[in-house]
């Protein structure tokens, strides 16, 4: 039997859940933000974070999009600013995507941007599906944000942010079109529309299951990258390990290979796209599954009824801080997330 590093406090406060990691003392690697990468070109974070103060404090974002609630995501930048990290890291899904229109994908990232820019805090991005899924989407994330997986160091921890889009999945024409209908009427009139989404799941009607943005492998290319990077950094104090679908779990079933790469080092891994929270503990090992911070719920169903309007169904953020033995979690829901004055600034929260 292995025992966990991890264990999973749960209090009554809705505003966070605790889940603090021991962790084995390794040599602390160099302060400084070093990423593995040339700093020529476009580059996938908006800013180097400077050296600062220890410990490590980062924020981690979960999905935008996969049918955007309008401004939850804007104003949920707002209400991490308060948290005043080293850096915002995103698990991807930042624009609707699904559109060949060059001039459409353009617009939905100089929005989102905008957002982020506002924070004037470094934010560090993962690919999504929603981000890349066709050439023309593609095209736009190598002009504005570079490399697709790549990894740094900063302040005795590995980041390593991989691409489970290494083989992209455009959506068949019809639901496209189908998509960026809903994607419109989320904007017009979001609570209407997620009723009319869960009534359509229920009765059967949703056509939503044919299509679906899975993926079977990481690649060659990606799985070497990961060996090298991690005998190059045999000795940071810890490991954390970013994609956007959770590799791990069964429906996808592809992490096995850097998994084993894994073993013996301590190390995290995160993750998106289900837009429902999960935590697990493999050989003491925390596997985050983000939840949403403004992209809709799960809309998996079963016997009629929706499957995840559960504890896992929540708005969130996840803050970070790499102490001397380990990290430790706050899970955050954006519901409790307040600015002095008692407020969110939130109206469409799950």
């Not at 981690?60 to 939850?72: K, N, Q, S």
């Not at 209400?79 to 609707?96: A, Y």
């Not at 957002?115 to 504005?144: L, S």
Request: proline share 6%; glycine share 10%.
């Amino acid at each position: 039997m292995t025992l966990s590093r991890s264990r999973f406090l749960r209090g009554f406060g809705a505003a966070s859940l605790l889940l603090p990691t021991a962790a084995l003392a390794r040599p602390a690697a160099s302060e400084a933000f070093a990423p593995d990468l040339s700093a020529n070109g476009a580059l996938p974070w908006t800013a180097r974070p400077g050296t600062g103060l220890s410990p490590l404090r980062f924020v981690v974002v979960g999905d935008r999009t996969g049918l955007a609630r309008p401004g939850v995501f804007e104003q949920a930048l707002r209400q991490v600013k308060l948290l005043q990290p080293d850096f915002i890291l995103s698990v991807g899904d930042l624009i609707e995507g699904y559109s060949e229109d060059r001039a459409e994908i353009e617009r939905q990232w100089c929005e989102v941007e905008s957002a982020i820019d506002a924070t004037g805090i470094p934010f560090i991005h993962t690919v999504g599906n929603h981000d890349i899924d066709n050439g023309p989407t593609g095209e736009a994330w190598e002009t504005r944000r570079g490399p697709r997986h790549y990894s740094f160091t900063y302040k005795g921890a590995l980041f390593i942010i991989l691409n489970t889009e290494d083989t992209p999945q455009p959506m068949p024409e019809r639901l496209a079109r189908q998509f960026q209908g809903l994607v419109a009427a989320m904007k017009a009139d979001p609570v209407k529309t997620q009723k009319a989404i869960i009534e359509r799941l229920a009765a059967g009607t949703s056509n939503a299951s044919e299509y679906k943005a899975e993926m079977s492998s990481f690649g060659d290319k990606q799985t070497a990258f990961v060996r090298d990077t991690l005998k190059r950094h045999a000795h940071v104090q810890w490991t954390f390990v970013v994609m956007h679908k959770p590799a791990w779990k069964k429906e996808f079933n592809c992490f096995g290979d850097i998994q084993a790469l894994l073993q013996g080092r301590p190390h995290t891994v995160m993750a998106g796209h289900t837009h429902y929270f999960t935590h697990e503990v493999f050989e003491g090992a925390d596997y985050i599954n983000m939840g949403t911070t403004g992209g809709i719920f799960s809309t998996d169903v079963k016997d009629g009824a929706p499957l995840r309007l559960g504890p896992g169904t929540l708005d969130h953020v996840l803050l970070v801080s790499l102490e001397p033995e380990g990290p430790v979690l706050a899970n955050l829901r954006l519901s409790g997330l307040m600015d002095s004055a008692g407020q969110t600034g939130q109206t469409l929260l799950y």
